[in-house]
């Protein structure tokens, strides 16, 4: 099913023959021996061109041809169905285009809308667990998915034995160690590339609502890929494109562009010597007003913003409190600080008071008993594997009472949260005074790179004196720091607009639907119901693969996560909403869900399904 | 009615494939486990046939498949072994 509406006969003719009845190289799993046979397709369109430019067609027209030729057959097929092969109840469903206007089929707009924000009609914690999902998984698919785990990993031993490929034996390293570990070797070769196609997808165009995926086939089970030529036009349900900024129109790309012009592309300098601009120090003086504090330092990237920042903020005689789902930057940084770290269970504020009790009690052992220098409780806003939301009411109090400072991580949250899109901090409608650090990035909802610190102002003359990400690294790119002023302006309303209101809205509308109707369709799905982040549990490996393979011939993208980045159990498809989605694409992207959890048997939800449609 | 019979099959055997991750291993893999499965089932099989079966024979002094193809028991006869 090619993604063309407006295909002519012609078209589809030579589209099917290049599938059907043409030249199928080989047959892998992975590429299900689907290689579409491109070029007795290009041929046949370049006749058809010659004519036409004997007609005296025009030359743009040919040009839109070969760009539309380009988006023809995905490197997928379909999975099997319970009705034994492709059944689309019509013609448009098999295919993904937006000008289509899909059919309204269920949920109508809702009058009354609900801005994202914490109720407060109940308590705090009653609210949390009234929100917040997280269903165990039936113990069959536990058992299985552990099952299945041993089988591969035994026959990757058996792999192993039997074969070893080129890659894996050095020349010329007698006598030396191993410089890279044999398990992690071993699991990358023998178990994760047998899905790798899912991960590491080249892409061709701004990740938008939608992107452009470049086809690749593999012809030796996942050890290499060939492009076929081809390009995918998918809706992107994977991107972390909260607010739709990422874009290569608009106000935010003229203005970046603008600002390359004017300034170039770097400063070659790090902000402590000669890379210090009025543009970062305004952008600093707007994030700090955006985030409802003194003062903010921004860096040029928000991994490093985590992993350099905290070992400025500890020593080795601290205690950090750190929630068990927490990003890989904060870990790193924990690491590199040397501070004691304790872990508490995900979200669960019993635990965090008992860890934290027992560091005020019984001191660093380390130390002979002495009381830590500082307790610091780390967490994050939004938890990007989770979905879930951190309960930031009860962790203020919890850490007002111990007189431990807090460190929370908006990476995720920021712009995504709250009826202003300021984060958790906006959704609970909490003083941002009482969060000690407020760590965010520009990645994500704002379309750009780099990330932000804000706090108290001696909070930040702190880090600009002893960050070394400040002091070391080179200073923010002018038209990345002109996007993110921007956009930053436009969610605030500073251009005048209602632009960035109506985004948010958008986000919590999307989600909310999105949500709801996944929790219809009767699939697992983690988190909070406020959280643009849905990950839908398929605990299985090989249904991760099937599943973003399967998508991504209906013209959906998404990403998966499994083992090692989740636990063993629980493999996961993880879709991140968009303000920039429409409903319709929504509904496009739900209709496929159910039909592919429906033949794949992802329906393991046993809660009671809601009968009634779900209202956008 | 054939086609619909091969359609169920073949979708309930891509499921199993599913669960069990053969669906995302070479085919030689695939054969192998499925060897594997075959051996164990018929040591599993073997084991019960010989071993459970006539424990559990002399435990209850009963022998269903004895019991179909032998005559009665004499009196006071603890049990019967099954194999040779």
Redesign the interface.
Known sequence: MGNLDDASAGFEQSYVHSNGNGSVKSSTPISNGHIPNHTTFVEQRQKSDEQQQQNGEETEEQLLRLKELKFSAPAYTEIRTRSGGLNFKNAEEGSYHPANGHVEKSGKRSDKFKPSQADGILSAEQEHYQKTSFEDVPLHTACLTYLGFYLLMILGYINQLLFVPKVATEKARDGYVTLYDAFESFYSRYVYRRVRDCWNRPICSVPGDELILKDRVTDDYGWSFRFTGTETRCLNLGSYNYLGFASATGRCADESEQRAREKGLAYCSSRCELGNTQLHIDLERLTARYCGVEDAIVFGMGFATNALNLPALLGPKCLVVSDEKNHASIILGLRLSGATTKVFKHNSMKDLERVLRNGVCYGNPKDGGKPYKKILICVEGIFSMEGSIVRLPEIIALKKKYKAYLYLDEAHSVGSMGPNGRGVVDYFKADPKDVDILMGTFTKSFGSAGGYIAGTKKLIDYLRANSHAHCYAGSISPPIVQQIYTSMSIIMGDDGTNTGRNKIQQLARNTRYFRRRLAQIGVITYGHEDSPVVPMLVYLFSKIGAVIRTLTTRHIAVVGAGFPATPIMEGRIRFCLSAAHTKEQLDYALDVIDDVSENLGLKYSRKPRDPNPIEY | ML?NI???A??WW??Y???????????W?RV??HVIFMVLFCVFWYFNYSVLLSVTGNIFGYSPIANGLLPPLPHGAAGVKVTS
Do not use: Q
Request: avoid cysteine; charged fraction near 25%.
């Open positions: 086609n091969i359609n169920f073949n979708y891509f499921r494939l599913m669960v069990t991750e053969l669906y995302v291993v070479e085919k893999e192998t486990i």
